[in-house]
């Protein structure tokens, strides 16, 4: 359990749980006539299996590159640290890896071929994402950005497809604008849970080869991105239901706001001081997963 990093998966399922509610009340009748549970259960263990193997390919790969034996590990980042103690192998870490991915994209052709082909890109775009993201993305400035497209907005987007659409429907009858509009802000909360959480690594993945915004722009800078991600997020959010987009019930989203507010204000602050760095790593993981769930409430509210 600690090497898939199991308290984690809790934003696949958040991210689930988004487009499953936009599912239910958008196109299936309010007493869930004809709602598909079994299809919502297969989703959401895709999604999570998905979400294991970049946790594992995540630790494979810090361990190789040398990265795992530099960094400073907390409850939210530099990996469980199993690999570096011996408790585990990286040949079988890297199988069990691969086989959580096969799962996923199974899920996802299964998807492609019950709803719409659009999960196939979908999904291809996350499967390059997990193999990709450590030798290639986080060495481009990528990572984040690909990280809060493919764990992030094209979650809510392909479950809702996944759930509602059908083989010969037009790609514009596939994806309704609230849905999109609404799949912005945890994608973005993704790419800042990710970057949030690499501050305590920089050193490290600076001599492992990585070349991600921390890195490149340094932590005060970064801070700065934080911030300005976090105005982004909650301003769509209050945006939406003033513009006549969604209904004002998506403002008990802003419910997290301190705590970003929080977060925010330590990494400004200090940049990274790292006796009180992990209070807004929790107060960033609070403010991700509780707007996320807080989106889902609002869409069935």
């Known amino acids: 359990m600690a090497q898939i990093r199991a308290n984690f998966l809790l934003l696949s399922v958040a991210l689930v749980c988004i487009g499953l509610a936009f599912a239910w009340k958008f196109h299936i009748s309010p007493v869930g006539e004809g709602f598909n549970w079994l299809y919502a259960g297969l989703i959401t263990a895709g999604v999570v299996c998905s979400h294991i193997s970049v946790n594992l390919f995540n630790e494979y790969f810090d361990f190789i590159s040398g990265i795992d034996f530099k960094t400073r590990r907390t409850p939210f980042n530099g990996g469980s640290g199993m690999l570096v103690r011996g408790l585990t192998s990286g040949r079988s870490v890297l199988i069990a890896a691969s086989l959580f991915l096969l799962?996923?994209?199974?899920?996802?052709?299964f998807f492609t071929l019950t709803a719409h082909r659009v999960?196939?890109?979908l999904s291809l775009a996350g499967g390059f994402t997990i193999v990709f993201y450590n030798n290639l993305l986080s060495r481009l400035m990528l990572g984040e950005l690909f990280a809060g497209l493919t764990l992030g907005s094209f979650v809510v987007i392909g479950t809702f497809i996944a759930?509602?659409?059908?083989?010969?429907?037009?790609?514009a009858e596939v994806l309704p604008w609230p849905l999109l509009l609404l799949s912005f802000p945890p994608?973005?909360?993704?790419?800042?849970?990710?970057l949030?959480?690499?501050f305590p690594d920089m050193e490290?993945?600076?001599?492992?080869?990585r070349r991600h915004l921390v890195v490149r722009f340094g932590r005060e800078r970064a801070a700065r991105i934080y911030a300005a991600g976090i105005f982004v997020v909650f301003g769509v959010i209050l945006f939406l239901p003033v513009a006549g987009l969604f209904s004002w019930?998506?403002?008990i989203a802003l419910l997290p706001l301190p705590l970003a507010l929080r977060a925010s204000f330590i990494a400004l602050r200090s940049g990274f001081e790292?006796?009180?760095?992990l209070s807004a790593q929790a107060s960033n993981v609070g403010t991700v997963l509780g707007t996320d769930f807080l989106i889902a409430l609002a869409v069935l509210i």
């Open 103 to 109: 799962f996923a994209l199974a899920t996802g052709i």
């Open 119 to 121: 999960i196939l890109l």
């Open 163 to 171: 759930m509602t659409a059908s083989p010969g429907m037009p790609v």
């Open 187 to 194: 994608g973005i909360l993704t790419s800042l849970l990710l």
């Open 196 to 198: 949030l959480n690499e």
């Open 204 to 209: 490290a993945d600076r001599e492992g080869g």
């Open 249 to 251: 019930w998506v403002l």
């Open 274 to 277: 790292p006796a009180g760095f």
